[in-house]
């Protein structure tokens, strides 16, 4: 079992699974396939000048470092996104201004908001993807060569959709034609009790069509909505998808997370999807914060030679976290759980 199309990352951030003395806590550690960082959470909630709070926030590997885009909340409580560097990929120092894109056709209408990106290097550059504000919550497209100058493109998807996703590379079909591909989910124009994982494709990032169902709620932790967390990664036993779930409880939306395999030609077939979640609010930063009880994955680090792989998750929509784990650790998992 291995990564594949991935890059090597000897500094990816690690922590090996701790060792846990209380035999009740070994027996629930040694079950789940991945672990949280001793130190989270990673980013605090006012590391910027004016933010609130840090969180659902997208990092990738960039000149022997990494860079990231930030969802930074202000003290007006704007959503905005915010460049920030890292030599370990753990201690951040992110841009106090939110970004400023350079609109790649002066047709493209204004952001009333950004939040939730995510970033994914295809063929030459860094695509960020994200909730874009535009008569509701729509997604944004944009790029960036080197995190200083950010150009906005069209909007991927109307409103109302703010869950999207793109593929590190184009998707093949039968017929040869090959094209950028996404995950997304509709939605409402508030807090969406419901929500599937929708499949797309374009020849150019700009016209979407092909559209496929992916997934639906099923029970328990992802019985109320769904939605595709970093961008998948692709290994010989199809794109593990890290994907968020939500029940409805009697105190409101509870966020967690798991992880699937899908078909690596037809990302729209699940090849097996597990029922239990990985991760679930139950650490202090997860559980209280201004939407408690929330973890939510939206970047992936993977290092292709050891397979390890470490998740930046929001927590509790305040500040951000880690988690680690192993690819063929999880790959296992999901097939003795699905
Ligand atoms: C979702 C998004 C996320 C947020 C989550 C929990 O609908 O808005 O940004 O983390 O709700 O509040």
Redesign the pocket.
Known sequence: MKIINGYSLPNIPWEERPHISDPNKERVSLETPMWRYSKNPIIPRDLTLRSNSI??SAVVPFKGEFAGVF?CDDTSRHMDINAGRSKDGINWVIDDKPITFIKTNSDIPDSDYK??PRVIFIEDRYYLIW?NGYHG?CLGLGYTYDFEKFYQMENAMMPFN??GVLFPRKIGQANGVRNYAMYSRP?DSG??PFGDIIYSESPDLIYWGKHRHVMAPSGGWQST?I?AGPCPIETTEGWLLFY?G?LTSCNG?V?SFSAALMDLEKPWKVIARPRPYIINPREIYELAG??PN?T?PVAALADKDTGRIAIYY?CA?TVTGLVFGKIDEIVDWILANR
């Open positions: 969180f659902n969802r939040y939730d909730c919550p703010r869950n939605s807090h969406t909505k939605g968020h939500v939306f966020y201004d939407v929330v939510f929001g929509d």
